[in-house]
């Protein structure tokens, strides 16, 4: 995944690098309007994020339940993930360049929430094909041992896959390129062209992986459950969400051409193409997740309103001051 690549002076495209720079500053009014847009977003899911996550740490029956802890890390991992983002538009539109280290630091943790997010949602489909497809054997096979040591799996797997760009930049970089202030993308923080090629091929196998995954659970739950079985048809639309939410998730691993297309389709509206691609890839997919677990989910919407209705009766309950 790369970052959304916005600027409201210079902007660099990049393919296999850096190859143009677009000269384009975005009026006043469109610049705050934008960072308004985003800032809202973020608040907005960050804000709801917030309340199933503290769903889920007062009520004890989803602490044994490997489906909600995939969830609530899902969660956890997506706040983390806009936060960082929004945290780079702000740049771009304040500071615009910032110390090397200081943007390897934002650019790595943005990678590794976002390359976590897809291998999150396979994992949640698989479960549901175990929950559906054999469920005598899922207390078994779905412990929450497993599911903690499948978290720590996930964040390995990001691990290695980010970690190689921080040290081919360290290794074949010049010692005045860590001094310097750069326009904080993973194209201009590393680099160095075998990064970019390790990412397109990183891209392809994630893409493969995870599409696999879905396909696979999405099928034998259709044809593995039978027809009346209402928990399989809840199942299996869990799963097609979990594969729209992919899919959109999976639009930033097009990002290199997608930057290219519309750099040279809309080169007089390059960022504003490129906000409504960050907004559309970046903010809807997050924003997908308390729709599943937080409205669909029976078990962790009852919890989840008798936690907001607790907190209406409160506030009603204090009687203002006179």
């Not at 396979?122 to 549901?128: H, I």
């Not at 930049?169 to 010049?174: N, S």
């Not at 997740?289 to 009766?313: A, E, M, W």
Request: net charge positive; with cysteine; aromatic share 12%.
């Amino acid at each position: 995944m790369s970052l959304p690549n916005f600027s409201p002076g210079e902007m660099n495209a990049s393919a296999a690098n850096v190859t143009a720079v677009i000269e384009y500053r975005d009026s006043f009014t469109k610049a705050v309007t934008k960072n308004v847009i985003v800032v809202v977003l973020s608040i907005s899911i960050n804000y709801i994020n917030a309340g199933l996550i503290h769903t889920f740490q007062k009520n004890q029956i989803f602490y044994t339940n490997p489906r909600y802890i995939l969830f609530v890390h899902l969660v956890i991992n997506d706040m983390v993930q806009v936060t960082l983002t929004v945290v780079l538009f702000i740049i771009s539109y304040t500071v615009y360049r910032i110390q090397v280290s200081l943007c390897w630091v934002l650019v790595l943790l943005a990678l590794l929430t976002t390359e976590n997010t897809p291998v999150n949602l396979a994992c949640m489909a698989a479960e549901c094909y175990v929950a559906v497809c054999i469920p005598l054997r899922h207390t078994q096979i779905c412990t929450v041992r497993r599911t903690l040591a499948l978290i720590v799996l996930i964040w390995g797997l990001s691990v290695t896959s980010v970690l190689p760009d921080l040290l081919v930049t360290l290794a074949t970089q010049p010692r005045d390129f860590f001094q310097t202030r750069v326009f904080c993308l993973r194209e201009t923080a590393f680099p160095h062209p075998d990064i970019i090629e390790k990412r397109d091929v990183t891209y392809v196998v994630y893409l493969v992986m995870v599409w696999l995954v879905i396909f696979c659970t999405y099928f034998k739950i259709l044809f593995t459950a039978k027809a009346a079985s209402k928990d399989a048809k809840k199942a299996r639309n869990t799963v097609l969400l979990h594969g729209f939410q992919v899919l959109l998730c999976m639009a930033t691993y097009t990002d290199p051409l997608l930057k290219q297309a519309l750099l040279r389709w809309f080169p007089k509206n390059y960022s504003d193409s490129m906000f409504a691609c960050y907004v559309i890839i970046q903010m809807l997919p997050r924003s997908i997740s308390p729709i599943i677990y937080g409205v669909r989910d029976k078990t962790y919407r009852r919890h989840l309103q008798s936690f907001l209705l607790c907190n209406i009766k409160a506030k009603d309950s204090v009687s203002p001051q006179t």
